[in-house]
């Protein structure tokens, strides 16, 4: 339950000026983000933080760290999994930063290209894939689609260029592969994972994304409402529009082609490798915190 009270129903931000459901206020939650679904794996990541100046873990799942890497702030913070969890983390933090925000989605996927399970995807454009319930409710079932697909929206091109330039340093550029990833509203029916327990009508799903998007490279639940409000954000203190620039690396733990699961050990040599690659693409994105959040009365005032 919340411990503070709010005092807006509309904007709720409790008396102490924290966000609802991430819980963070002002100065808490740097310009640099790197946002995972794993609380577990944002602890991973944040170990190579040079020093962590705060952590908070939210009363609705949300994991906040903070710290210096390379003399600048930067912020990992754990969502949890799908689009309205993505979706409350970019509002309430876009509420507490004043200046561009700059955020790398870094999760995991299930690949439906020649990635194979340890490579990284990098995401050149994110498009939504939904289940349309009439269709289910329907008797007539005619022209209809049990599942409705959203328009792409690209990532920001500088931010993925140095995300995808350090992750072919880390891993190889063998091993990193670009593409359009399909965000899903489920992990099962709308990803095309077949069963008989629900009658999901997804039998040819995935032919179907191959079809509408020959670039289909990973299905996953984020980051196309991570590059949708990116692409239209305008910031809370009157910047200019898309005032936040986002991009998207995911490790592949599912070979959906192939049938393959990634295994623990893999996993996390993988993420480790990978975190440190992502991070050097946060602070070379933003080298500099001219015109980003000002450190008076932040957590990283006393380190700048």
């Given at each position: 339950?919340?411990?503070?009270?709010?005092?807006?129903?509309?904007?709720?931000?409790?008396?102490?000026?924290?966000?609802?459901?991430?819980?963070?206020?002002?100065?808490?939650?740097?310009?640099?983000?790197?946002?995972?679904?794993?609380?577990?794996?944002?602890?991973?990541?944040?170990?190579?933080?040079?020093?962590?100046?705060?952590?908070?873990?939210?009363?609705?799942?949300?994991?906040?760290?903070?710290?210096?890497?390379?003399?600048?702030?930067?912020?990992?913070?754990?969502?949890?999994?799908?689009?309205?969890?993505?979706?409350?983390?970019?509002?309430?933090?876009?509420?507490?930063?004043?200046?561009?925000?700059?955020?790398?989605?870094?999760?995991?996927?299930?690949?439906?290209?020649?990635?194979?399970?340890?490579?990284?995807?990098?995401?050149?454009?994110?498009?939504?894939?939904?289940?349309?319930?009439?269709?289910?409710?329907?008797?007539?079932?005619?022209?209809?689609?049990?599942?409705?697909?959203?328009?792409?929206?690209?990532?920001?091109?500088?931010?993925?260029?140095?995300?995808?330039?350090?992750?072919?340093?880390?891993?190889?550029?063998?091993?990193?592969?670009?593409?359009?990833?399909?965000?899903?509203?489920?992990?099962?029916?709308?990803?095309?994972?077949?069963?008989?327990?629900?009658?999901?009508?997804?039998?040819?799903?995935?032919?179907?994304?191959?079809?509408?998007?020959?670039?289909?490279?990973?299905?996953?639940?984020?980051?196309?409402?991570?590059?949708?409000?990116?692409?239209?954000?305008?910031?809370?203190?009157?910047?200019?529009?898309?005032?936040?620039?986002?991009?998207?690396?995911?490790?592949?733990?599912?070979?959906?082609?192939?049938?393959?699961?990634?295994?623990?050990?893999?996993?996390?040599?993988m993420i480790e490798i990978a975190a440190r690659a992502?991070?050097?693409?946060?602070?070379?994105?933003?080298?500099?915190?001219?015109?980003?959040?000002?450190?008076?009365?932040?957590?990283?005032?006393?380190?700048?």
């Open positions: 339950m919340p411990t503070e009270q709010i005092i807006s129903a509309n904007k709720p931000l409790s008396v102490n000026g924290r966000t609802y459901h991430v819980e963070t206020r002002w100065g808490e939650v740097s310009n640099r983000i790197l946002t995972v679904g794993d609380p577990q794996r944002a602890r991973v990541v944040a170990e190579f933080l040079d020093k962590i100046l705060f952590e908070h873990s939210s009363h609705r799942g949300f994991l906040t760290i903070t710290g210096m890497y390379k003399g600048l702030p930067v912020s990992v913070v754990a969502i949890g999994m799908g689009l309205s969890m993505m979706d409350f983390f970019v509002r309430e933090s876009r509420m507490v930063i004043k200046g561009p925000m700059s955020i790398v989605r870094f999760g995991s996927c299930g690949s439906i290209c020649q990635a194979s399970i340890g490579d990284i995807i990098v995401a050149k454009r994110a498009f939504g894939i939904g289940r349309n319930f009439d269709y289910f409710d329907d008797q007539d079932k005619q022209g209809k689609e049990p599942y409705i697909f959203w328009k792409p929206v690209d990532a920001d091109e500088k931010l993925t260029a140095a995300v995808e330039n350090n992750l072919k340093k880390a891993v190889g550029t063998g091993h990193v592969f670009e593409g359009a990833v399909g965000s899903a509203d489920s992990f099962y029916g709308s990803q095309g994972r077949l069963g008989d327990d629900f009658y999901d009508a997804n039998d040819c799903l995935l032919d179907r994304v191959h079809r509408e998007y020959d670039d289909a490279a990973a299905l996953e639940m984020e980051s196309h409402m991570l590059f949708h409000l990116a692409s239209v954000s305008s910031g809370k203190f009157g910047q200019d529009p898309k005032s936040i620039r986002a991009a998207c690396a995911l490790v592949v733990f599912a070979d959906r082609t192939g049938n393959r699961f990634i295994d623990p050990e893999m996993s996390k040599r992502v991070l050097d693409a946060l602070v070379q994105d933003m080298p500099s915190q001219d015109g980003l959040h000002p450190a008076a009365g932040s957590v990283w005032e006393s380190e700048v």
